[in-house]
Nanobody, 117 residues
C-alpha cells in the first residue's frame, strides 16, 4: 500500500514562509522522482518543483529562488520550503511520486496554502 501524506499547509501573510512535508510509505523516496504540484481554483494543476533519485532539483520559473525542495532519506520524507510567499502562490499543493521510467505514479490528497493579508 503506497501512501503520500502531506502536511504543513495553512494561512500565511505575504512575505511569510511555510514548509510542506510529504511523508511516504510503500515507496522509497530516494529511488523515485518526487514532485510538488499546485492547483488554484478553476485553474490547471502545474508542476512547481522536482527532486530526482540522483538528488537533482528543478523549479518552475514562478517559484525559482523562493522555494526549495529537499528530502530526508532517514525519514522517507520530502519537503517544500516556501519563502517570500505571494498571494499568487495560493493553491492546493500536491505531492507526486514517479518510479524509474515513469511506470508507477502516486498522488497525495493535497494541502491548502493560502497567502493573504
Amino acid at each position: 500500500q503506497v501512501q503520500l501524506v502531506e502536511s504543513g499547509g495553512g494561512l500565511v501573510q505575504p512575505g511569510g514562509s511555510l514548509r510542506l512535508s510529504c511523508a511516504a510509505s510503500g515507496i522509497i523516496v530516494s529511488i523515485n522522482t518526487i514532485n510538488w504540484y499546485r492547483q488554484a481554483p478553476g485553474e490547471q494543476r502545474d508542476l512547481v518543483a522536482t527532486i530526482t533519485s540522483g538528488g537533482s532539483t528543478n523549479y518552475a520559473n514562478s517559484v525559482k529562488g523562493r522555494f526549495t525542495i529537499s528530502r530526508d532519506n532517514a525519514k522517507n520524507t520530502v519537503y517544500l520550503q516556501m519563502d517570500s510567499l505571494k498571494p499568487e502562490d495560493t493553491a492546493v499543493y500536491y505531492c507526486n511520486s514517479r518510479s524509474l521510467y515513469g511506470t508507477r505514479t502516486y498522488w497525495g490528497q493535497g494541502t491548502q496554502v493560502t497567502v493573504s493579508s
